[in-house]
């Protein structure tokens, strides 16, 4: 039997006999039945506390040319005219000298925290090296202060879905290490 599966479902296929064209048509059967397989990508989730207010926090953290200055080898190149809103567009460039890659990003979704209700940033990654997608969330805390959720999902073109583990691993390391910096008091 050979099983492939995704969170949201599982495809269960059994192949009897071992001939030729066996994976051939599980491969078919798997496109059909989950034909956004080949979308998913490792998944990111930093939650951090802050003392900060949550309009506080959420200036610092949509600060992009901050961002750019808090991870390593990173500058950030703002596209559009501020202020930040849906359609905002900038790129972090990261690389020494002549070896640079480009990370440009759109803001498609932009709702700042405004007294008791959350804010939310959500950005898609338009790269030919770096895709995907990763959302900023600011929500109130009971005891004053807020919580920070970042959540992001990427894929790093050429790369199969043998590294998604290192891949998750060394952007967890650091996006919480920008976070940690951007929330910093």
Not at 26 to 45: E, H, T
Not at 158 to 180: E, I, K, N, S, Y
Request: hydrophobic share 45%.
């Amino acid at each position: 039997m050979v099983t492939r599966s995704n969170p949201r479902s599982t495809v269960a296929v059994s192949i009897a006999d071992r001939h030729p064209w066996a994976e051939a048509i599980f491969a078919a059967q798997f496109r059909v039945c989950m034909p956004d397989y080949d979308a998913l990508m490792p998944a990111i989730r930093i939650i951090r506390r802050t003392r900060l207010t949550p309009a506080r926090a959420w200036l610092r953290l949509t600060d992009w040319e901050r961002h750019g200055a808090e991870v390593p080898l990173t500058r950030t190149i703002i596209e559009t005219d501020p202020p930040t809103r849906v359609g905002t567009r900038f790129t972090a460039r990261t690389g020494v000298g002549r070896i640079t890659f480009d990370d440009p990003m759109e803001v498609t979704v932009w709702q700042p925290p405004e007294g008791v209700s959350t804010g939310l940033v959500r950005l898609v990654k338009h790269g030919r090296a770096v895709t995907g997608r990763a959302e900023i969330e600011v929500r109130p805390a009971p005891a004053g202060g807020c919580e920070v959720e970042w959540r992001e999902e990427l894929r790093v073109r050429g790369l199969g879905r043998l590294f998604d583990p290192l891949v998750a691993a060394a952007a967890r390391f650091l996006f919480a290490r920008a976070l940690d910096a951007l929330l910093r008091p």
